[in-house]
């Protein structure tokens, strides 16, 4: 019997405000939650004020939904809302069990007990291009990208996660724990321009800084790794009601396992110290933060600007959802509209 769904409602709201008019503007949003086997949207709309010159929904080159907007004329200020309802169903790998998490944040249970996963050398290996057969989607993550470098430094950080012959998914719950106990969460400390290395030397930083150090980490050692964006179901104190705007737009990342359940990846989220599972809502993946901001673009003019983001994740009873009828992830968004993340992803 198939576990039950959990289903969402989802307000991702951005504002920019300018200080003098933006005469021309281009936009990309990756702001529609793909759809994947543990996924389903039901429904979901972008509102965009004032309304676009045009726009455009496609995939781009991981299949991720986006959208592209164009302003041709003068603006002070740019609102952008997107509202989803979907539905996420259990996805830990088989055989994963649960004991109560470890480390200084307060974080959900921890899946402890992984099954068994070759060795992370032979998934190395496998990898490798040579006279075999290459798993092209896995292998382009296994390289340099904007905000990730492969340099020996991570390579030598991971080391004591990833001593000889053990297995891939054990190694990577280690550099999960380890990056989880030595780094602390600091939204002063970095900006996205900061450098992964950086990161590393100050240990300090947000979501999307510790799925970097992590990815930097697995790709040095010559594994494949990919981020994921998304947001995350934060749970209020006992006795205080759910605030609007108060969540967050989260970031993780995900290693390629080629023999487990046939091949797959699996999540780990270094910020929390645990594999997200239906608290965890996709949004998009790449190859790190550049590959999918939620919303990111070009102006002519606008001098300085304020910039408001505000998430709100709720959880909704199961029977709500019967109302949303399903939409093509491409196509969901509004031509017409008014529409973010807990680290601004502009």
Same mark, same amino acid.
């Given at each position: 019997m198939q576990p039950p769904a959990i289903p969402y409602h989802i307000v991702h709201e951005t504002v920019y405000r300018y200080a003098s008019p933006v005469s021309l503007s281009r936009q990309l949003l990756h702001l529609t939650p793909r759809n994947c086997s543990w996924q389903r949207t039901l429904a979901h709309h972008i509102a965009v004020e004032p309304t676009a010159s045009w726009t455009d929904q496609r995939l781009d080159c991981y299949a991720n939904p986006v959208?592209?907007?164009?302003? $041709?004329?003068p603006h002070r200020s740019l609102e952008v809302r997107a509202e989803s309802t979907l539905e996420v169903l259990p996805h830990l790998p088989a055989g994963t069990r649960a004991t109560p998490a470890s480390?200084?944040?307060t974080a959900p249970p921890l899946p402890l007990c992984l099954p068994d996963s070759p060795p992370w050398e032979d998934v190395r290996a496998a990898l490798a291009y040579g006279a075999r057969p290459v798993t092209l989607s896995a292998a382009e993550f296994q390289f340099e990208s904007p905000h990730v470098r492969v340099?020996? $430094?991570f390579a030598a950080y991971a080391a004591a996660a990833f001593t000889p012959r053990r297995p891939l998914l054990a190694a990577t719950q280690a550099l999960m724990q380890r990056i989880f106990d030595e780094f602390e969460f600091d939204p002063e400390a970095t900006t996205i321009a900061t450098p992964v290395l950086s990161v590393l030397a100050d240990k300090r930083g947000v979501c999307q800084d510790f799925a970097h150090l992590m990815l930097a980490c697995l790709r040095s050692l010559g594994l494949a790794a990919r981020y994921v964006s998304g947001y995350l179901l934060t749970t209020p104190p006992p006795g205080q009601p759910r605030m609007i705007g108060a969540d967050a737009s989260h970031a993780w990342i995900s290693v390629y396992c080629p023999e487990v359940e046939g091949g797959r990846w699996v999540d780990f989220d270094p910020t929390n110290n645990l594999l997200p599972d239906t608290q965890h809502i996709t949004l998009a993946w790449g190859r790190d933060f550049a590959d999918v901001s939620p919303l990111r673009g070009v102006i002519l003019g606008g001098d300085e600007h304020e910039l408001a983001v505000a998430v709100?994740?709720?959880?909704?009873a199961a029977d709500s959802t019967?109302?949303?009828?399903?939409k093509d992830a491409p196509g969901a968004a509004g031509a017409n509209a008014r529409w973010p993340v807990g680290d601004a992803g502009t």
């Amino acid at each position: 019997m198939q576990p039950p769904a959990i289903p969402y409602h989802i307000v991702h709201e951005t504002v920019y405000r300018y200080a003098s008019p933006v005469s021309l503007s281009r936009q990309l949003l990756h702001l529609t939650p793909r759809n994947c086997s543990w996924q389903r949207t039901l429904a979901h709309h972008i509102a965009v004020e004032p309304t676009a010159s045009w726009t455009d929904q496609r995939l781009d080159c991981y299949a991720n939904p986006v959208s592209d907007l164009a302003f $041709e004329f003068p603006h002070r200020s740019l609102e952008v809302r997107a509202e989803s309802t979907l539905e996420v169903l259990p996805h830990l790998p088989a055989g994963t069990r649960a004991t109560p998490a470890s480390g200084r944040r307060t974080a959900p249970p921890l899946p402890l007990c992984l099954p068994d996963s070759p060795p992370w050398e032979d998934v190395r290996a496998a990898l490798a291009y040579g006279a075999r057969p290459v798993t092209l989607s896995a292998a382009e993550f296994q390289f340099e990208s904007p905000h990730v470098r492969v340099k020996h $430094e991570f390579a030598a950080y991971a080391a004591a996660a990833f001593t000889p012959r053990r297995p891939l998914l054990a190694a990577t719950q280690a550099l999960m724990q380890r990056i989880f106990d030595e780094f602390e969460f600091d939204p002063e400390a970095t900006t996205i321009a900061t450098p992964v290395l950086s990161v590393l030397a100050d240990k300090r930083g947000v979501c999307q800084d510790f799925a970097h150090l992590m990815l930097a980490c697995l790709r040095s050692l010559g594994l494949a790794a990919r981020y994921v964006s998304g947001y995350l179901l934060t749970t209020p104190p006992p006795g205080q009601p759910r605030m609007i705007g108060a969540d967050a737009s989260h970031a993780w990342i995900s290693v390629y396992c080629p023999e487990v359940e046939g091949g797959r990846w699996v999540d780990f989220d270094p910020t929390n110290n645990l594999l997200p599972d239906t608290q965890h809502i996709t949004l998009a993946w790449g190859r790190d933060f550049a590959d999918v901001s939620p919303l990111r673009g070009v102006i002519l003019g606008g001098d300085e600007h304020e910039l408001a983001v505000a998430v709100t994740v709720t959880p909704l009873a199961a029977d709500s959802t019967a109302d949303a009828a399903p939409k093509d992830a491409p196509g969901a968004a509004g031509a017409n509209a008014r529409w973010p993340v807990g680290d601004a992803g502009t």
